[in-house]
């Protein structure tokens, strides 16, 4: 995309946000740091510009995130606005619409949707799309978008922006933690942020039921016989025997993927409905947006995800073939 292309799809996400008063903000469901901190960077800045936002996802957001100005103000769908429907949507690091999830019910028929938005296998589903599939992150979508707005970000803001470029950097250790992601995290620490706490925060803080959920997903560690793609898998009995939600899990797949040799690493996880979630992660020689996107699903060159048929043991052996084959 050409920085004029970029700049104009800024421009109209701004006046698509003009012509609105009321607006209801979506993230993808189950919701990492990035798609919570745009999720709150969106209703800052639409309060900023005397707007009216309600915040929601399918899923309560991770409890780490509370930390985040607004994060209160995230309703779940259970119970919430469920007679009301809206006709001004801005759906924010969602790779494709069925991602919003069951918050779609309350979009009013004929709404008008801001998608924002950095997957490559992002469709432009919007009305109006920004979609920057080389931005690390979707906050650092918003941070140009409220720049190009004219308003002034403050510490609650900046927070939310520095935590999302974290995350979805993996502490700016992936490839896409590139100068502009840097020139951004400067400035937000510049600002006041706290780096080294969220970074603590955010990356080295383990609760005990994820450390009970590591020992047993480690004890199922499997490996092809190159050693080049490394698996593991959640049981759907094992998060009640520990005690653990959604949020628990992030983090587990690196433990297959961070093997000396291994490209891939998948963590595979059933679930209650019989089928099996699939995180991929790549060191960097397979494309595993492509192979999730054979799937259904869809991600990043680096990082992805799909949902396969169950038994966990049968759909292992799609995927890690899959894999196999790219590898090749």
């Given at each position: 995309m050409t920085a004029a292309a970029y700049l104009q799809q800024l421009d109209d996400a701004l006046a698509f946000i003009r012509k609105h008063n009321r607006f209801f903000v979506v993230s993808h469901v189950q919701p990492d740091g990035d798609a919570i901190s745009s999720t709150l960077a969106v209703g800052w800045l639409l309060g900023q510009l005397g707007k009216e936002a309600v915040l929601m996802n399918e899923n309560v957001p991770p409890s780490r995130l509370s930390y985040l100005w607004g994060y209160d103000g995230?309703?779940?769908?259970?119970?919430?606005?469920?007679?009301?429907?809206?006709?001004?949507?801005?759906?924010?690091?969602?790779?494709?619409?069925?991602?919003?999830?069951?918050?779609?019910?309350?979009?009013?028929?004929?709404?008008?949707?801001?998608?924002?938005?950095?997957?490559?296998?992002?469709?432009?589903?919007?009305?109006?799309?920004?979609?920057?599939?080389?931005?690390?992150?979707?906050?650092?979508?918003?941070?140009?978008?409220?720049?190009?707005?004219?308003?002034?970000?403050?510490?609650?803001?900046?927070?939310?922006?520095?935590?999302?470029?974290?995350?979805?950097?993996?502490?700016?250790?992936?490839?896409?933690?590139?100068?502009?992601?840097?020139?951004?995290?400067?400035?937000?620490?510049g600002i006041g942020v706290s780096g080294h706490w969220i970074a603590d925060h955010m990356l080295e803080k383990m609760s005990m039921a994820k450390l009970k959920l590591l020992r047993l997903s480690l004890n199922r560690l499997e490996?092809?016989?190159?050693?080049?793609?490394?698996?593991?898998?959640?049981?759907?009995?094992?998060?009640?025997?520990?005690?653990?939600?959604?949020?628990?899990?992030?983090?587990?797949?690196?433990?297959?993927?961070?093997?000396?040799?291994?490209?891939?690493?998948?963590?595979?996880?059933?679930?209650?409905?019989?089928?099996?979630?699939?995180?991929?992660?790549?060191?960097?020689?397979?494309?595993?947006?492509?192979?999730?996107?054979?799937?259904?699903?869809?991600?990043h060159v680096r990082a992805a995800g799909c949902r396969l048929q169950g038994p966990v043991t049968q759909a292992a052996a799609q995927l890690v073939e899959a894999v196999r084959k790219a590898l090749i």
């Amino acid at each position: 995309m050409t920085a004029a292309a970029y700049l104009q799809q800024l421009d109209d996400a701004l006046a698509f946000i003009r012509k609105h008063n009321r607006f209801f903000v979506v993230s993808h469901v189950q919701p990492d740091g990035d798609a919570i901190s745009s999720t709150l960077a969106v209703g800052w800045l639409l309060g900023q510009l005397g707007k009216e936002a309600v915040l929601m996802n399918e899923n309560v957001p991770p409890s780490r995130l509370s930390y985040l100005w607004g994060y209160d103000g995230i309703k779940v769908l259970e119970g919430s606005h469920a007679d009301e429907r809206f006709d001004a949507v801005i759906s924010v690091d969602c790779a494709d619409f069925s991602r919003i999830g069951k918050v779609a019910a309350l979009f009013a028929e004929g709404a008008a949707l801001l998608n924002i938005d950095h997957h490559p296998t992002n469709d432009g589903f919007g009305t109006v799309n920004i979609v920057k599939p080389d931005a690390a992150a979707t906050v650092q979508i918003l941070y140009d978008l409220i720049r190009q707005s004219g308003v002034t970000i403050n510490l609650d803001c900046a927070t939310c922006i520095y935590t999302g470029l974290l995350t979805d950097t993996g502490g700016f250790r992936y490839s896409n933690t590139s100068p502009q992601v840097m020139e951004i995290a400067s400035v937000m620490l510049g600002i006041g942020v706290s780096g080294h706490w969220i970074a603590d925060h955010m990356l080295e803080k383990m609760s005990m039921a994820k450390l009970k959920l590591l020992r047993l997903s480690l004890n199922r560690l499997e490996f092809t016989e190159d050693g080049q793609i490394g698996w593991l898998y959640i049981g759907k009995d094992d998060m009640k025997q520990t005690n653990a939600s959604a949020e628990d899990l992030e983090g587990l797949v690196n433990y297959a993927l961070n093997v000396e040799g291994v490209e891939a690493g998948i963590l595979f996880k059933e679930t209650e409905d019989g089928s099996v979630k699939a995180s991929l992660r790549s060191a960097g020689r397979v494309d595993v947006s492509a192979i999730a996107q054979s799937f259904g699903g869809g991600g990043h060159v680096r990082a992805a995800g799909c949902r396969l048929q169950g038994p966990v043991t049968q759909a292992a052996a799609q995927l890690v073939e899959a894999v196999r084959k790219a590898l090749i």
